[in-house]
């Protein structure tokens, strides 16, 4: 059983077997079982009448069933909007506020905390609880694949466009990738709220790789995620850098023990050579790959097996990739001696651009040298064809693998009554964020430690991976000499302190 992401629809039904297809952190669910829930689940949202232009939200956290709602929704053309179960209620309100969606499909046993007009839930019951005319919501001439909202620098989420275009594009390029095959087991630690994840979707349906899905319990227990990829005789792993980090130091996270991992993809952060060469040491046949990309171009962009001599030419600076065929990747406003600037993006692979906000999409696409270029905020060069990332250039950062930014917190916390001012920044090594910090200024001196108010305030607004590790009560900001906060002075005191 395969998909055709380029036709929108199943192909090679016929004889559907029992072989494991999707292990969810729930149950599993074999290729049969999987076109069965498919089919039944079609029948279910065409008898409700649910447009192609409506999205419908996905509730839950890497459940088996998730997939097969994405894949559904796909097929009847019908935009998904991937809602992970660590988002407080307040943020869901957003985004059904922001795509008008009436419905949403609940993978999950926890309940999801915002009415929606019509519910499925993990058995496929539906209760309708306000019977409205369900509407259109997305342009005839933009088939959407997918919405995904990321953090926003005013509070607000920003709902990022996918196009069937874009995907297929994607899908195409990633379905030729060495070792993504019907003999695949893949791994990932990414929810399907950030678009890594569909490196497994796409795996699964387009080459009939075996997927094993981990949620955060899963995730948190270093036990329990190495006893999973023994048993499911992974061979294949995506993760952020920061993921694989906590294995290196773990003695029996070896070829020995775990002889079938082949394959190792890293995703969503910069990678240094001292953890490629650890991983190496520990897994001596493994094949390393760093990928990159952002949301906007549709999961990642680049490719590079970091081969010994990759590692060797580029000690100090790893490559992120060469771009990938049909793309093209740009130095916009390059220095003429470093020939560093902002990377920009150039491909059918290209977002539409934020959902019903036409000032932030002007901003971030633009027309450059005749060409319709994503800006990425990523400052880099290009050296032998192969792309080097040197960090940001705003506000924004990605904290294990969650691109974030940080004036969103910082806004939230300024909406608290306690808060006079707030600054919230990154403590960072070599380019990767470790945490996230927060100085404040109360309204009135309290000597009182605030750290868990705040957290449990942040929490009804910011998913948990937005939270600061620490808050530092301050009783004024340092300011430079453009009367702006110093937010370096305040790192370093921090730093120093």
């Not at 300024?414 to 404040?440: D, E, G, M, Q, R």
């Amino acid at each position: 059983m395969l998909f055709d992401f380029k036709s929108n629809k199943f192909i090679q039904t016929e004889g559907l077997t029992d072989r494991e297809l999707i292990v969810g952190s729930d149950e599993m669910f074999s290729e049969k079982k999987v076109y069965e829930i498919h089919l039944t689940l079609k029948a279910k949202i065409q008898d409700l009448g649910i447009p192609s232009g409506h999205p419908v939200c996905i509730y839950g956290e890497k459940e088996a069933l998730f997939p097969i709602v994405m894949i559904t929704l796909m097929s009847l053309d019908i935009p998904y909007i991937p809602i992970d179960v660590i988002m407080p209620a307040g943020r869901i309100e957003k985004i059904k506020e922001q795509t008008s969606s009436q419905v949403l499909i609940n993978c999950s046993e926890k309940n999801c905390d915002v009415d929606f007009e019509i519910v499925i839930n993990k058995k496929l019951d539906i209760k309708i609880k306000d019977q409205k005319e369900l509407k259109r919501i997305i342009p005839q001439d933009d088939i959407l694949r997918y919405i995904l909202f990321t953090s926003g620098s005013t509070g607000v989420p920003k709902g990022v466009q996918i196009t069937a275009k874009a995907l297929n594009s994607f899908a195409e390029w990633y379905l030729s990738w060495p070792g993504i095959n019907k003999d695949a087991v893949l791994m990932n630690q990414a929810p399907f709220s950030f678009d890594v994840s569909l490196c497994d979707f796409i795996a699964a349906f387009g080459a009939g790789s075996k997927i094993v899905l981990n949620n955060y319990s899963i995730l948190k227990s270093g036990n329990l995620f190495l006893e999973r990829l023994k048993q499911q005789k992974a061979n294949t792993l995506i993760c952020t850098p920061s993921f694989i980090q906590m294995y290196l130091s773990v003695p029996e996270f070896n070829s020995t023990n775990f002889p079938e991992l082949r394959q190792v993809v890293f995703m969503g952060e910069e990678l240094h050579t001292i953890n490629v060469k650890k991983l190496k040491a520990a897994f001596p046949s493994l094949k390393v790959v760093n990928a990159y990309g952002p949301t906007e171009a549709t999961v990642v962009v680049t490719y590079v097996e970091l081969t010994d001599k990759v590692l060797s030419d580029y000690a100090k600076s790893l490559p992120i990739g060469y771009c990938r065929p049909g793309g093209e990747m740009l130095v916009l406003d390059a220095d003429d001696e470093s020939g560093v600037g902002e990377l920009g993006i150039v491909g059918q692979n290209l977002s539409i651009g934020y959902l019903n906000d036409e000032e932030k999409t002007n901003k971030a696409f633009i027309q450059y040298q005749g060409k319709r270029v994503y800006k990425t905020g990523d400052v880099g060069y290009i050296k032998n064809d192969l792309i080097f990332y040197m960090g940001r250039n705003d506000s924004q950062v990605k904290l294990n693998g969650y691109r974030i930014e940080l004036d969103e917190i910082g806004n939230v916390l300024l909406s608290h009554p306690a808060i006079k001012n707030a600054v919230v920044v990154p403590l960072t090594n070599k380019n990767v964020t470790k945490k996230i910090i927060s100085f404040i200024v109360l309204k009135e001196n309290n000597s009182k430690d605030i750290s868990e108010d705040l957290k449990a305030y942040l929490l009804q607004h910011l998913p948990s991976y937005m939270i600061p590790s620490e808050f530092i009560v301050k009783d004024n900001f340092p300011m430079n000499s453009n009367y702006k906060t110093d937010k370096k002075a305040l790192l370093e005191e921090y730093l120093n302190g």
